[in-house]
């Protein structure tokens, strides 16, 4: 049960090598790890995750099942987005492979992002031996970095109230509690449903990515493999996308 066991750090690095830190002296499956701030937050791909303190819940988690280790990704997104419509009702959309963001009429470009999963598996060259989810969630206004002005938002901003931080926290714990222990008791089938459910722009939108060589791809998305891969519909068939981003034109 996620939760169970709780580290607070009024500031912290980064949550997820905390929890690295952690797993590593072996503190059980279901630790927690907030901060109140982080001075060196990452996401995907290397970049930098904008953690002021006051403005965020910055929050990462150790998971021992290695087995879940490739759905980790996509019930962090199915867990947050439903934890934060659980905790303040606010519409919120996953975009593959995760992102959590608004929801418009604008079209899919006018999406703005309110939270962010990082996944980390340590492995021992063989196998995976643990799995450190991460999230990071924008609650307050904040005097966002100039290249994060115009793509990210705050659940306060969009509602134009005030949030309980420890609410959220404790509905998007719930939710990856319930995703986790579906996927290891019945498989990934029940979550790809859920996460689809939440992300309509993996159905019907037209998308870029980098493709091999650094060659920019263009298609339509056409829903999830099994196997969580994105799938996009091109001029020549149907692409997989497994990593890196998409860009909705």
């Known amino acids: 049960?996620?939760?169970?066991?709780?580290?607070?750090?009024?500031?912290?690095?980064?949550?997820?090598?905390?929890?690295?830190?952690?797993?590593?002296?072996?503190?059980?499956?279901?630790?927690v790890i907030v901060a109140g701030a982080q001075t060196a937050g990452r996401g995907r791909l290397g970049r930098t995750w904008f953690s002021p303190a006051g403005a965020g819940l910055y929050v990462s988690t150790i998971i021992r099942h290695v087995t879940l280790a490739p759905w980790i990704t996509l019930a962090g997104g199915v867990a947050v987005a439903e934890g934060i419509r659980a905790a303040t009702a606010l519409p919120v959309e996953i975009k593959w492979p995760n992102d959590v963001v608004t929801v418009g009429s604008a079209g899919f470009r006018a999406r703005r992002k309110l939270a962010?999963?990082?996944?980390?598996?340590?492995?021992?060259?063989?196998?995976?031996?643990?799995?450190?989810?991460?999230?990071?969630?924008?609650?307050?206004?904040?005097a966002f970095p100039p290249e994060l002005t115009d793509r990210a938002t705050s659940i306060e901003?969009?509602?134009?109230?005030?949030?309980?931080?420890?609410?959220v926290l404790a509905q998007t714990l719930v939710a990856l509690n319930r995703?986790?222990?579906?996927?290891?008791?019945?498989?990934?089938?029940?979550?790809?449903?859920?996460?689809?459910?939440?992300?309509?722009?993996?159905?019907?939108?037209?998308?870029?990515?980098?493709?091999p060589g650094g060659v920019t791809l263009t298609g339509v998305t056409a829903g999830l493999a099994p196997d969580g891969a994105l799938l996009a519909r091109t001029a020549t068939g149907i692409d997989r996308i497994l990593s890196g981003e998409i860009r909705w034109v």
Do not use: C, K
Not at 2 to 30: C, I, K, V, W
Not at 117 to 135: F, K, N, P, R, T
Not at 182 to 205: D, F, Q, T
């Open 1 to 31: 049960m996620f939760g169970t066991r709780f580290q607070y750090h009024d500031e912290a690095g980064s949550t997820n090598d905390l929890a690295m830190r952690a797993a590593e002296r072996g503190e059980p499956e279901g630790t």
């Open 157 to 167: 901003s969009e509602l134009g109230r005030t949030v309980d931080a420890g609410l």
């Open 179 to 211: 995703a986790l222990t579906e996927i290891e008791a019945g498989g990934p089938a029940a979550l790809l449903v859920r996460w689809l459910a939440l992300a309509p722009s993996a159905r019907g939108a037209r998308i870029e990515w980098d493709g």
């Open 116 to 142: 962010g999963i990082l996944a980390e598996a340590v492995s021992d060259g063989q196998q995976v031996q643990h799995v450190v989810l991460g999230y990071g969630i924008n609650l307050l206004p904040a």
